[in-house]
């Protein structure tokens, strides 16, 4: 597997650092849908919490103290694995209850931050896919 050189900054930060804790909190509670809706058994759905540990490892908490990018080091595939797993915890996120241990906000503003959440995610998967979806276009055109 490759390593990643991705670097990310400080307001991509701060959105993996919320989707990261936020599925850290609610899995103890939650981890039977969890596994079903990662496709995993719950003992597999475990194994991969530790590419979620590295990642927050990776993400740090240096965003509150110092606003800066951090280069994430993780291998590719696992990378891109846990940002699909994000991508989709934030996209369900706004329809589903608030659990008590996540910030008080309004519906609204709860909205705007996963939307914000899913767009980084994107962002991310976008810049690590080998092949850019506008280059596989230009070059079905040609063929």
Same mark, same amino acid.
């Given at each position: 597997m490759s390593a990643a050189t991705?670097?990310?900054? !400080?307001?991509? %930060? @701060?959105? =993996?650092?919320?989707? /990261?804790?936020?599925?850290l909190t609610l899995l103890p509670e939650y981890e039977q849908s969890f596994a079903e809706?990662?496709?995993?058994?719950?003992?597999?759905?475990?194994?991969?919490?530790?590419?979620?540990?590295?990642l927050l490892d990776e993400v740090g908490l240096g965003f509150l103290i110092e606003r800066s990018a951090?280069?994430? !080091?993780?291998? %590719? @595939?696992? =990378?891109?694995?846990? /940002?699909m797993r994000l991508r989709r915890d934030a996209r369900r996120a706004p329809c589903e209850a608030r659990h008590e241990r996540e910030p008080q906000e309004t519906g609204e503003e709860r909205w705007e931050r996963f939307r914000r959440a899913v767009l980084v995610c994107e962002e991310l998967l976008a810049r690590l896919d080998p092949e850019p979806k506008a280059t596989q276009a230009r070059g079905e055109e040609a063929a």
């Open positions: 991705l670097t990310i900054d !400080t307001d991509e %930060r @701060e959105a =993996l650092h919320g989707l /990261l804790l936020r599925r809706r990662d496709g995993f058994t719950v003992t597999d759905l475990y194994l991969a919490l530790g590419d979620e540990l590295r951090v280069e994430l !080091t993780m291998p %590719r @595939e696992r =990378l891109v694995a846990v /940002l």
